[in-house]
């Protein structure tokens, strides 16, 4: 017996080669660097550090998650440091 179910990735992954990658910011890393995710097909980008698009392996995943966690205690700083300096 044949089954003709139809693979759920197969279609997106046409209309992206027929009318390119619909990427859409799925996360923003720092003011700089964010991870982009095609609509249509789940294709991850993220930018490097020369501000050009690249495919987001397991390693810059990495990378951005330990830059994120930089940027956030970053911010999170200025914030205190702009409290303390509004009570004073
Ligand atoms: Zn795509």
Redesign the pocket.
């Known amino acids: 017996m044949e089954k003709t179910t139809n693979k759920p990735t197969f279609i997106?992954?046409m209309?992206?080669n027929l009318f390119?990658?619909?990427?859409q910011v799925s996360k923003k890393v720092t003011y700089h660097v964010k991870e982009y995710t095609?609509?249509?097909?789940?294709?991850e980008l993220t930018t490097n550090s020369n501000g050009n698009l690249i495919e987001l392996t397991p390693k810059f995943r990495e990378i951005n998650a330990i830059l994120s966690r930089i940027h956030t205690s970053r911010t999170q700083r200025l914030k205190e440091k702009s409290l303390t300096s509004s009570i004073y």
């Open positions: 997106p992954k209309y992206c390119g990658h619909d990427y095609c609509r249509h097909c789940k294709k």
